[in-house]
């Protein structure tokens, strides 16, 4: 029998937003990666998030990592290739980066693998493995379910797609890129029958916007939801939106009937200057003024708000990141995250960032290791480096101060009359301090 070991690689030198156990999440695309593989193969996933890598013996290997965990891919896919075994890389970093992967490994899958994975193993079983695999945007029909299995039994959620792709194209996001700008749906009664098969209580909607956009795509939401209650799955789960998601009340019932506890949305300003600057334009058409709306709406439902925010646009100062704090607390955001802009590399801002010679570090690939997120990586345009870290370092001190977090939970509790909506926002933020303290 074959060996197929595929790797979930961790930046040794930086925890990100990864810092807490409850903020980890399992890699879904090795464990459709594993499904894709024939029987005949014995397939394990070494996860990083748990333990550091330690060798073990294959006949291929896959590797998927984001940007900042790319050095470390490409140290352990050196391991294997030292031993003459076949390494081959797929996931969003060397989607955008193919010719630098390249260098690390021996083939690449470019964009979605469902097209492409049977094509390599064949390669691989033939001796005729070529360097580039490049995955078409497919319809989401019969796609196969994730070997969760396979997964590290320390994961408290689970993750679960139900859609890909965005339309939005915000400058400083590379999903569009990676996964299209046509939003594409898999149909209910599939996600329905991946759901009645995980075991754990807690899932997390992986999908960039569950609710999408347009009436069909609301149709579909609301049959899943609707699905959910009706086959009492009795799961308790949070997903990422965009605005839209509290145009609904409809929706909005019935996702918190099937156990929806926290959305996550995209604020990432108050001002529509710093909207504007990164094309977020769904925010920008509804103006920030009806943020505190949806807000409510939402909370009417019994779920609480997740509100992220960044920091650094050009139009920034120190006395609009002050104020961009006193926003996250004063507002009624639940939840308060807060990460630097940081330019991905297939993003329309890092093509900006880099002709504009702002990028901070450029030694790649070993300077990927400092796009996490948590770190100033570029020259900012209305202040200085110092200036920005300084500001986001007061504004997180003030933000997760224990008053103002215990003040939130109790907020959260009044406005959503829903337990466990607060334990799951109180949970966020003491994740999100904890960050905070080590980065």
Not at 23 to 36: D, K, Q
Not at 371 to 396: Q, R, W
Request: glycine share 6%.
């Amino acid at each position: 029998m074959k060996k197929l070991i595929l790797i979930n690689p961790i930046n040794p030198a930086r925890t990100g937003l990864t810092v807490n156990k409850s903020s980890r999440f399992p890699p879904i695309s090795l464990g459709i990666i594993a499904a894709l593989t024939p029987p005949d193969w014995e397939v394990e996933i070494l996860d990083e998030c748990w333990e550091p890598f330690v060798y073990k013996d294959a006949d291929l290997v896959g590797i998927t990592a984001f940007t900042s965990s790319a050095p470390r891919a490409y140290e352990i896919a050196a391991i294997y290739r030292n031993k003459g075994v076949p390494v081959v890389m797929g996931g969003i970093h060397c989607s955008m980066c193919p010719q630098e992967a390249l260098n690390y490994v021996d083939a690449v899958v470019i964009g979605e693998a469902e097209g492409v994975w049977p094509k390599v193993i064949d390669d691989v079983l033939t001796g005729n493995l070529k360097k580039e695999y490049r995955g078409e945007y497919s319809d989401l029909i019969n796609m196969p379910t994730p070997r969760r299995d396979l997964f590290n039994p320390g994961y408290i959620f689970a993750s679960v797609q139900t859609s890909r792709g965005c339309p939005m194209n915000c400058e400083f996001c590379s999903v569009s890129a990676f996964n299209g700008q046509r939003f594409r749906r898999r149909p209910t009664q599939e996600i329905l029958d991946e759901l009645k098969i995980i075991p754990q209580k807690m899932l997390f909607f992986v999908d960039d916007n569950i609710i999408g956009y347009g009436q069909e795509s609301r149709d579909a939401t609301l049959e899943l939801f609707k699905g959910m209650v009706e086959l009492k799955l009795d799961k308790l789960w949070f997903c990422q939106a965009s605005l839209n998601f509290a145009d609904d009340e409809e929706v909005l019932h019935w996702a918190a009937k099937a156990g929806c506890k926290m959305v996550f949305l995209g604020l990432e300003a108050e001002l529509a200057g710093a909207l504007k600057e990164v094309s977020k334009r769904l925010n920008l058409q509804r103006g920030v003024d009806s943020y505190s709306a949806a807000f409510e709406r939402i909370h009417r439902s019994g779920i609480a708000v997740l509100g992220a925010f960044i920091f650094g646009m050009d139009g920034d100062s120190p006395s609009k990141l002050d104020q961009r704090g006193d926003y996250m607390i004063h507002s009624a955001v639940d939840v308060m995250q807060t990460t630097y802009l940081t330019p991905l590399p297939g993003t329309r801002l890092f093509d900006r960032y880099q002709k504009e010679d702002r990028l901070l570090y450029t030694n790649f690939p070993e300077d990927w290791s400092h796009y996490d997120m948590t770190e100033v990586v570029f020259k900012p345009g209305g202040m200085k480096i110092n200036e920005l870290i300084s500001g986001m370092h007061l504004a997180n001190k003030k933000m997760y101060a224990s008053p103002v977090l215990i003040r939130k939970a109790l907020n959260t509790y009044r406005l959503t009359k829903n337990g466990m909506a607060a334990m799951f926002a109180w949970s966020s933020n003491q994740n999100y301090k904890h960050v905070f303290e080590n980065s």
